[in-house]
């Protein structure tokens, strides 16, 4: 007989990227009462990776859990960026609702669309918080329209569209039902989310069912499957087996050795959970996402959708360049194919394949934020690498046609740069589908491109906008392959002999364009040391000193200066990079180099290329 579970909420917060989900987590986490009063209490407390900190995105969906008059709250805080879609949609299998967030004043923007989407289709109660209400050009009525707007776009039933809203500053920590009330503190948002968000429901006396929509990793432990009990319960030493949805043979006896439940930002053991309550599993070494924990005497998977496929891969390779294996800590094929198989427990949209080569592996992912921060996490625990460019991944229909994955981009730019952006992105077989003019002087356009043309863009759009415009994707399907596109008009600068860089060689070397090096660093024939200013690649002496002669003019003593080099991050050099160059990761560098060092065996491969495309 199925029940309700009174005492429990289940709730995700969806938004697009930057409108404030992580910030309102944090708020209603303090004004629960999680946090001592003299607690010191970082911001955004729920992005625990470095690299989350630093960037202020979240990657890893997280949950924690709140008490707001006798009722528990399960709070999931998920990802806002594209690249890291796979984690929403898994999660939104395990609550009974959402708190869609949106900044009041940049409105609906692409993932917005994207979340609310995956939620309407499953049928999930919305709860809209208008958040950022305390900006100086905030616009709540009109975002208001616009979010309406998209409900009815997205074909939202009449129940779905009659959703509360919530006016919130979750940096302020209040929020409120209309706009004149008093600026207080968070109970509007808590008070809705108990009274419209419906309880867990569930059968406490039918068999086991627990349905893993998150993998934890722990050292430690291994793998922690996070779920929601949805029929029955669940006990430590409980016999169990393991069914999947798409996996119809997986039948798997497994016992339960740990549970736990949240509570605020910890993990507490329990030994029993029950209907509706989102658990976290140990025990189990070959648990996945989409597996349904069963009582053995009757095993049913819960159906589960399949994860979005990857669109883009790039190979990982071992560093063979004259300066390998000197600044990391693991550096063999072995160590980087135990680290890429490890990353497989928690991401789900990721893929690594063996290629011809056993020092090679392909990768693929969502996007090139989510590779690079896959590399980036890489680095900083001691690996030594090389990556080449990100390709996009193709496919073929029926009638044996090349297809290829297409974003829609929606681009902010101040009116002055929307010229330059439109022209760009046209070269890069961008098609210019809408373009409107929204508040502060600024324009928005959509564009519908091959994923493969956004590949590089990011740093020179930056650019190109002086560094105020915005760019946001999402993924639009497959369609047919677009044609060639040149991704760089301009060549590279080559080192020409192994060494270090003196400033004699490198001051007539920046006549000949950008350097990426300054004096004292050591090269090798066939690193990249810069970007030429003309089309082709230019081999350079960077290592040459000054002849000495016995005869001293007047200026010969003069310093030589340099012009500061332009020191590329992992993104800027992951989007300079060419087909033909690899780029070298280490702990302590980034170094762009050709894929071939030997520079006759390079003109050979290029000449060979160059009469097999005629």
Do not use: W
């Amino acid at each position: 007989m199925t029940t309700t579970r009174d005492d429990i909420r289940n709730i995700a917060i969806i938004a697009h990227v930057d409108h404030g989900k992580t910030t309102l987590v944090d708020e209603l986490l303090k004004q629960s009462g999680v946090f001592r009063e003299n607690q010191e209490v970082q911001e955004r407390v729920m992005d625990s990776n470095d690299i989350e900190r630093e960037r202020g995105i979240t990657i890893l969906s997280k949950n924690t859990a709140v008490f707001y008059k006798g009722t528990k709250i399960n709070i999931i805080d998920t990802p806002g960026h594209a690249d890291f879609g796979g984690e929403v949609e898994r999660v939104l299998k395990m609550v009974n609702g959402v708190v869609l967030v949106v900044d009041a004043f940049e409105g609906t923007m692409p993932q917005t669309k994207f979340v609310l989407m995956k939620a309407l289709a499953l049928n999930l109660p919305v709860i809209v918080c208008i958040n950022k209400i305390d900006r100086p050009e905030a616009r709540p009525a009109e975002v208001i329209d616009e979010v309406l707007e998209l409900f009815m776009d997205l074909d939202a039933s009449d129940e779905q569209l009659d959703c509360p809203f919530i006016y919130a500053s979750a940096r302020d920590g209040y929020a409120m039902y209309n706009l004149d009330d008093e600026k207080k503190d968070m109970t509007p948002l808590f008070e809705t989310i108990v009274n419209y968000i419906p309880a867990p429901t569930g059968d406490p006396d039918a068999n086991t069912q627990v349905l893993i929509s998150t993998i934890d990793y722990n050292e430690y432990v291994g793998r922690i499957g996070i779920g929601k009990v949805d029929n029955g319960s669940l006990k430590v030493n409980q016999e169990a087996v393991v069914v999947n949805h798409h996996d119809p043979d997986k039948l798997e006896k497994v016992r339960i050795s740990k549970l736990y439940e949240f509570d605020g930002l910890n993990k507490v053991d329990v030994t029993e959970a029950k209907i509706g309550s989102i658990v976290a599993i140990s025990g189990i070494a070959d648990i996945h996402i989409g597996d349904t924990i069963c009582a053995p005497e009757n095993p049913v998977a819960i159906p589960f959708q399949k994860i979005s496929e990857p669109t883009i891969s790039m190979n990982f390779i071992v560093n063979d360049s004259p300066l390998a294996g000197q600044e990391g800590k693991y550096v063999t094929s072995r160590h980087i194919r135990d680290r890429l198989f490890r990353e497989l427990n928690t991401d789900v949209s990721l893929r690594v394949e063996e290629t011809d080569s056993p020092d090679s592996l392909k990768v693929s992912g969502r996007g090139e934020l989510h590779l690079s921060v896959l590399i980036e996490n890489m680095r900083r625990e001691g690996y030594e690498f090389a990556v080449s460019k990100a390709e996009v991944l193709y496919k073929t229909d029926e009638n044996g046609k090349k297809l290829e994955p297409m974003e829609i981009a929606y681009v902010d730019v101040p009116d002055e740069f929307s010229g330059t952006v439109i022209s760009k992105l046209q070269q890069r077989k961008g098609e210019l589908q809408n373009m409107g003019s929204i508040a502060g002087g600024y324009t928005r356009l959509e564009f519908k491109i091959p994923s493969r043309g956004l590949i590089g863009y990011r740093g020179e759009f930056m650019t190109d906008t002086k560094g105020n415009g915005i760019i946001n994707t999402i993924f639009d399907g497959y369609e047919p392959f677009r044609g060639e596109i040149a991704y760089r008009s301009t060549g590279s600068l080559i080192a020409f002999e192994s060494g270090e860089s003196v400033t004699y060689g490198l001051f007539s070397a920046q006549e000949r364009g950008t350097l990426f090096i300054g004096p004292g660093e050591k090269v090798y024939s066939g690193m990249v040391i810069g970007q030429s200013s003309k089309a082709e690649d230019i081999e350079l002496n960077v290592c040459k000193k000054k002849h000495l002669t016995n005869t001293r003019s007047s200026s010969a003593d003069e310093a030589l200066t340099l012009v500061p080099p332009k020191k590329l991050s992992l993104e800027q050099a992951l989007d300079f990079i060419d087909t033909d160059e690899l780029l070298e990761v280490t702990p302590e560098s980034l170094r762009i180099r050709k894929r071939i060092l030997d520079p006759t065996l390079r003109k050979r491969a290029y000449i060979a290329k160059k009469n097999a495309m005629k």
